[in-house]
């Protein structure tokens, strides 16, 4: 008996299993991203059937801020293959961290009202800040910013910039919309009538759903939400005079890892598929040229020519300062 042939059997089966065992794809992103109900799971099936060697294995954080704060704590520990989540003003800062790599994904896919160039970064959706209200409530609302700032009779409802991405967003707003001078009187008298700055956008968004407030700090995607889910269509993204600003989340590759799962999955994001997933689930606007349903369509279309205020030259240590801004307002 050749006592040879059980031992390279052995070998044979092992070393197959090894080729078949999927590698593991570790996704760092916020909660509502891998929720069962939003895009996560739907981009985590397709991308898993069409790469079977690949096993996607979401790290959920319950906001954009506590995700990128976990990010910067982890630093060049960071146990994550891709980030995937954090907005285009948190860049400038996550560069900073030198943990990333660029990608491999052709960037002439890209689609946006902006041009992107980032070849670490990548988009995978977009929309613009916006307020959202019940036409049927609010019959009168506001047509700009400062409208919205300085009338008492309504109540409004935002996010924290600290903590929340579109928080962080109103910020950015009020500073390029109000000269220097006049930014702290605008937050004092806004903070008259706001409800409530929450944490995050979940909070503020369920507040006002129950009647709580008039105008919630969202995007201008929010009402094809209830179009598509609830076929209700009351609610209206305000279009402010001044424009408005431009939210772009993206997704980096962790450098280092070695997983080449992590380039299949960007290019991925970039699919038909997953973009129709996440333009649907996580309702953002997609990022390349694809018809996915006609009111996303619609505002893919108009957003091209929607006034788009111009905050590409501001820096993290603006941002903190603004928030320090903020904060010092609120508290008077």
Same mark, same amino acid.
């Given at each position: 008996?050749?006592?040879?042939?059980?031992? +390279?059997?052995?070998?044979?089966?092992? *070393?197959?299993?090894?080729?078949?065992?999927?590698?593991?794809?570790?996704?760092?992103?916020?909660?509502? &991203? *891998?929720?069962?109900?939003?895009?996560?799971? =739907?981009?985590?099936?397709?991308?898993?059937?069409? &790469?079977?060697?690949?096993?996607?294995?979401? /790290?959920?954080?319950?906001?954009?801020?506590?995700?990128?704060?976990?990010?910067?704590? !982890?630093?060049?520990?960071?146990?994550?293959?891709?980030? +995937?989540?954090?907005?285009?003003?948190?860049? !400038?800062?996550?560069?900073?961290?030198?943990?990333?790599?660029? $990608?491999?994904?052709?960037?002439?896919?890209?689609?946006?009202?902006i041009k992107?160039? $980032?070849?670490?970064?990548?988009?995978?959706d977009y929309?613009?800040?916006?307020?959202?209200?019940?036409?049927?409530?609010?019959?009168?609302?506001?047509?700009?910013?400062?409208?919205?700032? @300085?009338?008492?009779?309504?109540?409004?409802?935002?996010?924290?910039?600290?903590?929340?991405?579109?928080?962080?967003?109103?910020?950015?707003?009020?500073?390029?919309?109000?000269?220097?001078?006049?930014?702290?009187?605008?937050?004092?008298?806004?903070?008259?009538?706001? /409800?409530?700055?929450?944490?995050?956008?979940?909070?503020?968004?369920?507040?006002?759903? =129950?009647?709580?407030?008039?105008?919630?700090?969202?995007?201008?995607?929010?009402?094809?939400?209830?179009?598509?889910? @609830?076929?209700?269509?009351?609610?209206?993204?305000? @279009?402010?005079?001044?424009?408005?600003?431009?939210?772009? !989340?993206?997704?980096?590759?962790?450098a280092n890892?070695?997983?080449?799962?992590?380039?299949?999955?960007?290019?991925?994001?970039? *699919?038909?598929?997953?973009?129709?997933?996440?333009?649907?689930?996580?309702?953002?606007?997609?990022?390349?040229?694809?018809?996915?349903? *006609?009111?996303?369509?619609?505002?893919?279309?108009?957003?091209?020519?929607?006034?788009?205020?111009?905050?590409?030259?501001?820096?993290?240590?603006?941002?903190?300062?603004?928030?320090?801004?903020?904060?010092?307002?609120?508290?008077?």
């Amino acid at each position: 008996m050749n006592k040879t042939l059980p031992i +390279l059997t052995a070998l044979f089966t092992a *070393s197959a299993f090894a080729q078949a065992a999927p590698q593991t794809l570790d996704v760092y992103t916020y909660d509502s &991203f *891998s929720a069962d109900w939003s895009a996560g799971p =739907k981009v985590k099936a397709a991308f898993e059937q069409q &790469f079977p060697q690949c096993k996607l294995n979401y /790290v959920a954080f319950d906001n954009n801020g506590t995700l990128f704060n976990r990010v910067r704590l !982890e630093g060049k520990k960071i146990k994550a293959d891709v980030v +995937l989540g954090l907005d285009s003003y948190q860049i !400038e800062d996550a560069q900073k961290l030198n943990i990333f790599e660029p $990608n491999k994904v052709d960037l002439s896919q890209l689609r946006l009202p902006i041009k992107w160039e $980032n070849h670490t970064f990548l988009p995978f959706d977009y929309a613009q800040y916006a307020f959202i209200y019940d036409k049927n409530k609010l019959t009168n609302p506001p047509k700009s910013l400062k409208e919205l700032v @300085e009338r008492q009779d309504l109540k409004v409802l935002y996010q924290d910039p600290r903590t929340s991405s579109i928080g962080r967003g109103l910020l950015l707003w009020m500073n390029v919309v109000y000269p220097e001078a006049d930014v702290a009187n605008a937050w004092k008298t806004l903070s008259k009538h706001t /409800v409530t700055v929450t944490k995050g956008w979940t909070e503020s968004y369920g507040a006002f759903l =129950k009647g709580e407030g008039d105008l919630v700090l969202s995007v201008n995607t929010s009402p094809i939400y209830h179009i598509l889910s @609830e076929q209700k269509d009351n609610y209206v993204a305000t @279009e402010f005079a001044e424009g408005s600003v431009l939210q772009v !989340e993206v997704a980096a590759k962790v450098a280092n890892r070695n997983n080449a799962c992590a380039d299949e999955f960007l290019g991925f994001l970039l *699919s038909p598929q997953a973009q129709a997933d996440i333009a649907k689930n996580n309702v953002m606007l997609p990022v390349v040229e694809t018809n996915i349903e *006609s009111h996303i369509d619609a505002l893919n279309s108009r957003a091209k020519s929607m006034r788009i205020l111009d905050t590409t030259t501001v820096t993290s240590e603006q941002l903190k300062g603004w928030i320090n801004q903020w904060q010092k307002a609120l508290s008077k």
